[in-house]
């Protein structure tokens, strides 16, 4: 393309240098260049300072494979996967219920989900704790109910970290599905039952296959935050049901071993590559993910 | 799910999941205790809602969040747009490397994108603060702005902008005359999107703030022990805020439909 | 009449894709030029190129005498309509007409005065708060005509912009194009697919097959004489016979086909024993029941089609080929089955020059006779 013309550089090469050169600037600065340099630390070390210092070593890796790190990577999967699974049993039918209503509220109940996700997630998560802590209200009524004699420990359980996880991110499940299950076309339903399925067969063939982008989609992004949230770990859990953002979290308080924290990092981008890939497999668009 | 009964059951239990802990903080908001952990009823009072305007640090925090919010939404925005556009229509050579790169944002945990920041800021030596929380809430708000426009492009008509053109409008002035119209809806949604993840980010924010905190780090600093009500009253005032902006905003979008497009 | 689109040896390639080769093509002014071919014959790149939206890889093109091609499309004084329309979804009808005259800001009065008088004219008097999409098929087309025309183009470029209307609409929008186009004296370069449009509404077709112009004139020179065995069958239905010319005596020509001999006035560029092509329309198409003299064909009848004033005869040759024959209806006839000879008067068949790649098929015929 020797020698491009007026013309072409008016109408093309100038607009996509205006438009897009901003973006890319960040995307490459940003994103590509600190996630390499964390690629390159992770191979570093640190000298008697804590200062990372580029001498080359495996030995984050070999450090990763530390019984006591293996414990919390199998507890935090274990923690992502049964949030997912209950977001998808909670969610499913929520969306379903509300983006099939034919309430004139319709919009209101959509909006409903919403609210309550500008409040900060943190004061949120708050909220659960003085709602199940020892002297909150929960314990306040069971023992003043008679249900209870003594408060019960609800906190700093896995059971907790759960529920605030569940909590956080269940919104990103249900948004997806309300979408895909709204889609969903009526006539379908109609047309199975006209056939002769019954409406427990008409989900499982109709339904479900039609809105299955919606789960996987929503799985995607209530499983990958999962593992790295640690501050409803922090919180809820108190110490006692870390996910890898913990670990990730005390390697990069001043002071400490980055290098480290870098190579716990490499784990979850390798868990989220794997789940991409997995998803990209079922079928799922990846634009349907940020909207 | 045929069963009446059972639908408003199961959604009365949701929602209230969804609101339980936002009642908490509301109620305590008004709770007279002064005691830490600031939990038990001890009475009704407007108290916080006073003190709070004598939490300089508090205030400050609030502010800093605002300012960030706004400067990196209107950030993301405008460079966001214009590279869906850009994306959109012209072809060029590394444009599969820059889609590529726009879901990382998305889909990586928030904390690896925030250590990968930190790592890169300290390695060049730019002072932690309000730039760098700009410069971190940019990046991860701009995929969303763009997926939100991309959204509104697929099926657009490029023929209308050379109806433009062929109209006499220059490049510019089709932009702001037909383009950006067009695109509205999916810029102010994008737009909406980038305040909301900035004004509640927590972790990102948490490896680049330096001396600047924002108004989730200064909850998070006073979470261990015990979150004081003024800070409840603040997050109630944000509430009642947010609900009467989207009222007031979306409030037409319950009535009538979008008849132009 | 003066000049008033001057394409010159215009090329236009995408990598190794020569959309359209070797343009040559004049259009006087006030003049209805329509642009005929099959998708992808580079008829649509053509009118963009005139437009600005594409430029020519070499060659130029004029616009009143000027050069055009270094001039951005809000340069240049002629305006599209859209296939699609491309009107303004956000734009009350109003502005969408108005839109052309607002950049070139001309006072506010003036623009409300012509713009309401331009509706008048197209019928959409009334319309002017509603949105694009509040409209129908017919009316957003007027639309898009209307604001196009306002801006008194020296060109009007019409992209199929018939095309998404359905067939009673169409052809009441034929009607009104030509209505419109004579009343404002405006030169019209429209582009379609349709050969029955195409030859009801233009002054000259350009048909246009792979990027190259087949043939440039009247409707009833193209429908008459066809140029290229292409331009035939793609306007009006024909009958087509690939062969060699064995004999040339007074004017008429054998021609051997595979199937037998036939003979068809010569014109003087034709040789002996030249492979060429003959077209004879079905209404021109006769059958016998016994030998006519200079016609060796046999074929035998296959089926009748009622189309109302005519019937449709098909006969089928010995190698299978089948022709069409259009008689009035309630002649006598052959019946199903049985034998005839289709032959024609010899001043009713055209031929046509054989393109290259004809020839293996020519040969063929001739080995096979």
């Keep these: 393309m020797a020698g491009k013309s007026k013309h072409e550089f008016r109408a093309n090469t100038l607009p996509a240098i205006i438009t897009v050169g901003p973006v890319a600037l960040i995307m490459l600065l940003l994103v590509a260049a600190p996630l390499m340099y964390v690629g390159v630390m992770s191979f570093c070390s640190i000298d008697e300072y804590y200062n990372v210092t580029h001498d080359l070593t495996l030995g984050n890796y070999v450090r990763l494979a530390n019984t006591d790190y293996l414990k919390i990577y199998v507890q935090s999967l274990l923690i992502a996967f049964i949030t997912t699974i209950l977001c998808i049993l909670i969610g499913y039918p929520f969306s379903y219920i509300i983006a099939r209503s034919k309430s004139r509220f319709k919009r209101i109940f959509y909006m409903l989900v919403i609210i309550p996700f500008w409040t900060n997630s943190l004061i949120r998560i708050y909220g659960w704790r003085s709602f199940l802590g020892t002297n909150g209200w929960l314990n306040s009524s069971l023992v003043s109910l008679g249900i209870v004699s003594e408060p019960i420990d609800f906190l700093y359980k896995n059971g907790t970290t759960i529920l605030g996880m569940v909590y956080c991110l269940i919104p990103f499940m249900i948004l997806p599905l309300y979408t895909a299950i709204e889609k969903l076309d009526g006539t379908l339903l109609e047309a199975s039952a006209d056939l002769g399925a019954k409406p427990v067969s008409t989900f499982f063939t109709v339904i479900l296959p039609l809105t299955s982008s919606g789960i996987f989609s929503g799985s995607l992004m209530v499983f990958i935050p999962c593992l790295g949230y640690f501050f409803v770990a922090d919180i809820l859990g108190g110490g006692n049901s870390d996910v890898i953002g913990n670990l990730i979290e005390r390697q990069f308080q001043s002071g400490n071993n980055w290098p480290l924290g870098a190579a716990l990092s490499i784990i979850l981008i390798i868990v989220t590559l794997v789940l991409v890939k997995a998803y990209q497999k079922l079928g799922g668009d990846m634009d349907a993910l940020g909207v | ?261 | 009449m003066g000049k008033i689109v001057e394409i010159e040896g215009v090329n236009k390639i995408y990598g190794s894709n020569k959309v359209v080769r070797d343009l040559n093509l004049t259009v006087d002014e006030g003049e209805f030029l329509t642009l005929l071919g099959s998708s992808g014959c580079g008829k649509t790149t053509t009118l963009r190129m005139i437009a600005g939206f594409e430029e020519p890889t070499t060659g130029t093109i004029k616009v009143e005498g000027e050069k055009v091609e270094d001039k951005e499309p809000f340069e240049r004084n002629v305006n599209t309509v859209f296939q699609s329309y491309a009107l303004f979804p956000h734009m009350t009808i109003f502005n969408n007409i108005a839109y052309g005259l607002r950049m070139k800001k001309v006072p506010k009065d003036e623009i409300k005065e012509r713009v309401l008088k331009m509706m008048e004219l197209v019928q959409l008097g009334g319309f002017e708060k509603r949105y694009p999409s509040q409209l129908s098929g017919g009316q957003r087309q007027r639309v898009a005509i209307a604001r196009a025309l306002i801006n008194k183009p020296k060109v009007l470029l019409l992209d199929e912009p018939l095309g998404a209307l359905d067939l009673k609409l169409r052809k009441q929008m034929q009607l009104e194009l030509k209505r419109l186009q004579k009343k404002l004296n405006i030169t019209f370069i429209y582009v379609t697919h349709d050969q029955e449009e195409a030859l009801t509404m233009s002054d000259r077709i350009a048909v246009m097959h792979d990027g190259v112009i087949d043939q440039l004139a009247t409707p009833s020179e193209i429908y008459e004489h066809p140029k290229t065995r292409f331009v035939a069958t793609f306007i009006g239905e024909t009958n087509i016979y690939d062969g060699c010319i064995t004999r040339i005596k007074d004017g008429v020509a054998t021609i051997t086909l595979e199937n037998g001999e036939v003979s068809v006035k010569c014109p003087e560029d034709f040789k002996l024993l030249e492979y060429a092509t003959i077209s004879v329309r079905p209404e021109k198409m006769k059958f016998s029941k016994e030998k006519v003299d200079g016609f060796g064909l046999v074929a035998q009848v296959k089926d009748y089609v009622y189309v109302g004033s005519v019937l449709k005869c098909i006969v089928i040759l010995p190698n299978g080929n089948e022709l069409r024959i259009e008689r009035l209806a309630g002649q006598e006839l052959p019946e199903i089955g049985s034998k005839c000879y289709p032959y024609w008067n010899v001043e009713d068949a055209v031929l046509i020059h054989n393109e290259s790649h004809y020839i293996f098929e020519a040969l063929n015929s001739i080995q096979l006779a």
């Excluded at chain 2, 460079?79 to 050579?93: C, N, Q, S, V, W």
Aim: glycine share 6%; net charge positive; with cysteine.
């Design chain 2, 1 to 261: 799910m045929k069963n009446k009964g059972f639908r408003v059951i199961f959604c009365s239990i949701v929602y209230i999941f969804l609101f339980l802990p936002i009642s908490v903080i509301v109620v305590n908001s008004f709770n007279a205790t002064t005691t830490k952990p600031y939990m038990s009823w001890k009475g009704f009072t407007l108290d916080w809602y006073v003190k709070l305007w004598d939490n300089s640090s508090l205030l400050e925090a609030f502010s800093n969040t605002m300012i960030i919010a706004i400067v990196s939404t209107v950030l993301a925005t405008v460079i966001g747009t214009l590279g869906a556009i850009g994306m959109y229509r012209y072809k060029f050579k590394g444009k599969g490397l820059i889609d590529g790169l726009l879901y990382i944002p998305v889909v990586i945990p928030e904390i690896v994108l925030g250590i990968s920041l930190l790592t890169i800021f300290a390695n060049v030596n730019i002072p932690r603060g309000m730039l760098t929380l700009i410069l971190a809430h940019v990046t991860f708000c701009i995929p969303f702005v763009i997926f939100n426009v991309r959204a509104r492009l697929s099926g657009y008509d490029n023929s209308i902008e050379e109806a433009s053109l062929d109209l006499g409008a220059n490049r510019v002035r089709t932009f702001f005359e037909v383009t950006l119209p067009i695109l509205a809806p999916g810029i102010f949604g994008g737009a909406l999107l980038a305040f909301t993840l900035s004004i509640d980010d927590v972790i990102i924010s948490y490896f680049v703030y330096g001396q600047t905190k924002t108004y989730p780090l200064k909850v998070m600093e006073s979470v261990k022990s015990g979150v004081s009500p003024d800070v409840n009253a603040l997050s109630t005032i944000i509430l009642i805020a947010t609900i009467l902006f989207v009222v007031l905003t979306q409030g037409s979008l319950f009535k009538k439909k979008d008849r132009r497009i």
